[in-house]
């Protein structure tokens, strides 16, 4: 039968306006998230982490939200720069064991200069 | 540091062909995964290791696909025989402890099967 390719969701936004990326998680018991950035021809790249037991994290223009009680990550990018176009994907502890680090599906995203 | 090492780059092979891929990790780091990233499925979990012992190999997707780490700074992933839906990037990443700090990934190597 006729396969189905994964619908990666995509984001364009405005060089110089501020990003939001979305990641639902499955695991209710993960205590550790992180966001990592892939560019074409790489591997993902490390941007932030978090811990459950934290709401908020700010880093460089870039700002994790975590909320717990309906299971939702959040990235936030200031000031959206051409170099910031990319696959963007959340991670947390696997539902089985601690140690295992599951990807979420990612977001696609194009800035437009 | 290098960071983590894999080879090669990219892998062109016929269907029946054995594939064996290759990672360095960055030195110390006691945990390396091995993770394949397709279109169809995005990034999957093959196996990791700690301290050179598999620890969970529920990702492997068949008998064909094995993966062995002889020391600390060596690991690989094995394929034979090789099918075309084997055709995918495949990358290694370690981490020093898990929990608590971030993947560090190669660049992975593109295998494709004809």
């Known amino acids: 039968g006729e396969s189905v390719g994964l619908h990666l969701p995509t984001l364009s936004v405005q060089e110089g306006d501020n990003s939001i990326i979305n990641c639902a998680y499955s695991?209710?018991?993960?205590?550790?998230f992180i966001w990592y950035k892939q560019e074409s021809g790489k591997g993902p790249q490390f941007i932030i982490d978090?811990?459950?037991?934290?709401d908020k994290r700010q880093g460089q223009r870039v700002t994790v939200l975590l909320n717990k009680t309906v299971k939702h990550l959040s990235l936030q990018i200031a000031a959206t720069q051409p170099g910031d176009s990319a696959v963007y994907f959340c991670?947390?502890?696997?539902?089985?064991?601690?140690?295992?680090?599951?990807f979420g599906p990612g977001t696609s995203l194009s800035v437009i200069p | 540091d290098a960071g983590v090492i894999q080879s090669p780059r990219h892998e062109v092979t016929e269907m029946g062909q054995e594939v064996t891929l290759r990672c360095k990790p960055i030195?110390?780091?006691?945990?390396l995964f091995w993770y394949r990233q397709t279109m169809m499925r995005g990034l999957e979990l093959l196996i990791y290791?700690?301290?050179?012992?598999?620890?969970?190999d529920s990702g492997m997707p068949e008998d064909r696909f094995s993966a062995k780490m002889p020391n600390a700074s060596f690991s690989t992933l094995k394929i034979q025989p090789s099918e075309p839906r084997d055709s995918a990037v495949y990358f290694c990443a370690s981490t020093l402890k898990t929990g608590a700090g971030a993947l560090h990934f190669g660049n992975g190597t593109r295998l494709t099967v004809t």
């Open positions: 290791f700690n301290n050179n012992v598999p620890i969970d």
């Open positions: 991670a947390e502890n696997g539902e089985t064991s601690y140690d295992k680090v599951i």
């Open positions: 030195s110390g780091h006691d945990y």
């Open positions: 978090i811990r459950s037991n934290m």
């Open positions: 695991n209710s018991a993960s205590d550790y």
